[in-house]
């Protein structure tokens, strides 16, 4: 069964540092998100991507964020001078977008970044 | 922005009982999507069932069921034959049908289940 899958699954960083999580949705999949998990907090939205460009992002995903599909697999999420509070688990996410069972968000096993 | 709620925090279940894990959710929209997520240890979210508010009928997926109440904006989630393999969080997470694509997830209920 086709799945998102993310590199790394766990990497620790300096505070102040830049940080690029990877992603490679599922092949037919035309929307990407990346949402994250603060431990013990619920899944929390932070942007979607269609057409090469952001579709919706919310308060969190502030300008120390970005995200860009630089080739035809990859889905990249960056983030720029990470901070103590960044520390969380990020998953990338896809879907179809079409009607129907499409509109159905399947996660990849999610990268867990702890800023030190 | 949709509101979803779970209001029971953690869940037991006796291996081979059936459980009930409660949502509701708040919208002003009549099509939506509402899905239900499991979250082993190993922290990956998987989809355990979905549910198309224009359908009456309710979602079925083997061993899990749901009970949607679109009056009372009310999805719950039955787990029956509880196996050890079912203990995990469970998110329900709501989503609009419109050209809003994010979900709005619950804070999640535990579930473990007793040999």
């Known amino acids: 069964e086709p799945e998102v899958t993310q590199t790394p699954s766990h990497q620790v960083t300096q505070m102040g540092q830049e940080v690029i999580l990877r992603c490679v949705p599922i092949s037919n999949h035309l929307y990407f998100y990346w949402y994250r998990q603060i431990l013990g907090q619920k899944v929390e939205f932070l942007v979607s991507?269609?057409?090469?460009?952001?579709?919706?992002k919310s308060e969190i995903f502030d300008d120390q964020f970005s995200v860009e599909r630089p080739d035809g697999s990859n889905f990249t999420l960056k983030i720029r001078s990470t901070k103590l509070e960044d520390s969380a688990m990020y998953f990338c996410?896809?879907?179809?977008?079409?009607?129907?069972?499409?509109?159905?968000?399947?996660f990849g096993e999610g990268s867990w970044l702890t800023v030190v | 922005a949709q509101t979803v709620t779970q209001s029971q925090p953690e869940m037991s279940v006796q291996e081979a009982e059936t459980v009930t894990l409660s949502c509701t959710y708040d919208?002003?929209?009549?099509?939506?999507?509402l899905f239900w997520y499991k979250q082993p240890p190993s922290r990956q979210m998987i989809l355990v069932i979905r549910q198309e508010a224009y359908k009456q009928q309710n979602a079925t997926e083997n061993r899990f069921s749901v009970n949607f109440q679109k009056a009372a904006k009310s999805f719950s989630l039955k787990i029956s034959d509880s196996q050890l393999g079912d203990a995990a969080m469970y998110f329900c997470?709501?989503?609009?049908?419109?050209?809003?694509?994010?979900?709005?997830f619950g804070a999640g209920t535990t579930v473990t289940v007793r040999a």
């Open positions: 991507f269609y057409n090469n460009e952001i579709s919706e």
């Open positions: 997470a709501y989503r609009s049908a419109a050209n809003d694509y994010k979900l709005s």
């Open positions: 996410a896809s879907s179809e977008g079409s009607g129907g069972s499409g509109n159905t968000i399947y």
């Open positions: 919208t002003s929209e009549s099509d939506y999507y």
